[in-house]
């Protein structure tokens, strides 16, 4: 008896691991094609906020590759993810740099590629522990295999979440210049691309010191990326 519960619990357990390998592998398909119009980021915070009791507008508007400004697209990758184009979603040269920096007595920063935000804000929720993270290497190994990176990086820069609500290229360029996402100047990129850190605490608009330090240094990598020609790599 004992062993025939084991099995159906095993098949079970097999059934279950094959349909969630399926479904993922479908979803990943499905939104290599179809404009992204929610994440499961965004329905966390419209959880939040219903839980609070503090009412809160999502704002998104997809913008197809086209739509959206070269300077964003290149500010968001010289400060988040350099090496974008070359690795298949695991920068390992930064993930060795971030521990040595943490043995020799630094806090530990993050060393997540533009993939792997990609998959945990499209599929994941917020935190960090073990299964998440499990679950978002699974996720961008998908999206790796079965999106162009030029995709990766398209719905990335729509569903990021720019400010409380705000989330997408588009809306946080209207939200903080009053212009579309295609027209973004440079500096304009730049500052978006330095609050990504910490899109609730940080002001593309009324930037801080530190945040005009950053969004500077920022604007210098993105010359010696060699401009806006680096997006060609893609």
């Known amino acids: 008896m004992t062993q025939d519960w084991l ?6 357990l097999l059934f279950v691991i094959l349909g ?9 398909l499905v939104f290599r094609v179809v404009p992204v119009f929610g994440s499961m980021v965004m329905l966390e915070r419209k959880v939040e906020s219903w839980v609070s009791g503090e009412p809160i507008t999502i704002q998104q508007q997809w913008r197809p590759w086209p739509s959206l400004s070269d300077n964003a697209k290149l500010a968001v990758i010289a400060s988040e993810d350099q090496r974008f184009p070359m690795h298949y979603g695991f920068d390992f040269n930064q993930l060795q740099k971030a521990l040595n920096a943490w043995f020799h007595g630094d806090s530990l920063r993050g060393a997540s ?17 073990w299964i998440r993270k499990g679950l978002e290497a699974w996720f961008t190994v998908l999206i790796e295999l079965l999106w162009p990176k030029e995709r990766i990086l398209e719905v990335y820069l729509n569903i990021v979440e720019w400010d409380s609500g705000v989330f997408g290229l588009e809306a946080a360029a209207q939200h903080y210049f009053g212009v579309s996402a295609g027209r973004l100047s440079v500096v304009q990129a730049s500052r978006l691309a330095a609050i990504l850190p910490n899109p609730r605490e940080w002001s593309a608009s009324r930037p801080s010191a530190y ?24």
């Open 7 to 12: 099995r159906r619990g095993l098949r079970f």
């Open 20 to 28: 969630f390998v399926g479904l993922s592998v479908l979803l990943v």
């Open 113 to 129: 590629t533009i993939s792997q935000q990609t998959a945990k804000n499209l599929f994941l929720w917020t935190g960090r522990n």
């Open 211 to 234: 945040i005009q330090q950053r969004s500077q240094w920022i604007r210098q990598q993105m010359r010696q990326l060699g401009g806006n020609a680096y997006l060609e790599r893609l």
